[in-house]
């Protein structure tokens, strides 16, 4: 009888060398203008004219250094490489630093604010990069970007990262990651990605300032960010950490629970790392309890008075398997296990486009396709969904080996 465990790695492998990275490199190399093309709908049409995010290009660079990392194999170094040459040409910023938010389909600025979350996805990307290939020049890339973040973004009388400044690094009003964020001084967000970043980067460069940087954003979000309970984010705050959202994030929860232990466990300090396995395993419990339908999928979001958003995206779902997976390895308790196979249960039955290929961006709550919802956009990346699969792949075939 096949080993379950061995099963499942199979399906994680072709799901993400098949349907995933073989979709990316299909379908969303900018021919004419360079990069990648901003906008695809949902039926594969490119849409003419879309801006090109730094988020969609740093999330393709992460996503293929990674797949480098993991396969070595040259196609996914030439894309990667295509990602990390636009980034450089067309998102970095010569006159000020760091780089833009948003640049038009032809490559030139269009949004040239500093947001830190696009920042900190850049460290996050070249870092990773600088793993798979070794490469000085990429290092010293991420290590300039994290002290410009440093240096701006950073807040040295509250502590946390601000959300955004103009282009040159002054304070700004507009600090919303998009039309459906808060305009807010701080959000979880912001600082959920960061700390994945500077994990990333701590791997790779083992700095001072860096491991004393990332320990206190832990300490900060364990502080502030993370409920009493320890059951859930706040979302938005102001600049000293005041509450200004009651809502509740269901995939956010179960993604800053694992990415906050593998923050505890680069950095290496113990009591840190206790402290925050026990979070983490509250988060998954919450999330479990009151976050995941009768079908094995992860409602978006809640308030006080329950579920205010009963469609279910794509991004949520992936979190769900490695996060909940992650609440198995800490406790053995199997409630967890079966509850990160359930999500990728679901997400086979309902986010994997096994037609046109990728992922679909969610189901409403009747579990129907949202066709109108983009395959391809300034958020639509291949990250969540390769990362749980790279995540996956690691943890099971550790199992696998006998680790």
Known sequence: MTNPSVLWLSQLEKELQDNILGFWMKHTIDEEHGGFIGEID?????????????VLNARILWTFASAYRLYQLPEY????????????????????????????????????????????FAVYALAEFYHATERPEVL?????????????GYD????????????????????????????????????????????????????????????????????HIIDERGQHFHLFLDEEWNIKSDRISYGHDIEGSWLLVEAAETLGDKELLKRVRTVAISMAEAVLADGVANDGGIWNEADHNGLINKEKDWWPQAEAVVGFYNAYQLTGETKFADAAKAAWSFIDTYMVD???????????????????????????????????????IHRLSLITKGN
């Open 140 to 152: 010293e890339e991420a290590i300039q970007l994290f002290h410009i973040i440093e240096k701006y």
């Open 156 to 223: 040295p009388i509250y502590k946390g990262y601000i959300e955004a400044l103009s282009r040159d690094w002054q304070m700004t009003d507009d600090l919303s990651l998009s039309t459906k964020d808060m305009n807010e001084k701080k959000s979880m967000n912001t600082h959920l990605h960061v700390l994945e970043a500077y994990t990333g980067l701590y791997r790779v460069w083992k700095s001072t300032e860096l491991r004393d940087k990332l320990g206190e954003l832990i300490d900060t979000m364990l502080e």
């Open 354 to 392: 096994h037609k046109l290929g990728e992922w679909n961006w969610g189901v409403d709550e009747h579990l129907r396709p949202m066709a109108h919802e983009p395959k391809v956009s300034a958020w639509k990346c291949p990250y969540h969904n390769s990362r749980a699969c790279f995540e996956m």
């Open 42 to 54: 949902n039926k594969l049409n490119i849409i003419a004219g879309a801006e090109k995010s730094l």
């Open 77 to 120: 170094l030439t894309i990667a490489e295509r990602a990390y040459a636009y980034l450089l040409k067309h998102f970095a910023d010569k006159e000020y630093g760091g780089l833009f938010w948003m640049v038009d389909a032809t490559g030139s600025p269009s949004q040239p604010k500093k947001q830190i979350y696009g920042q900190a």
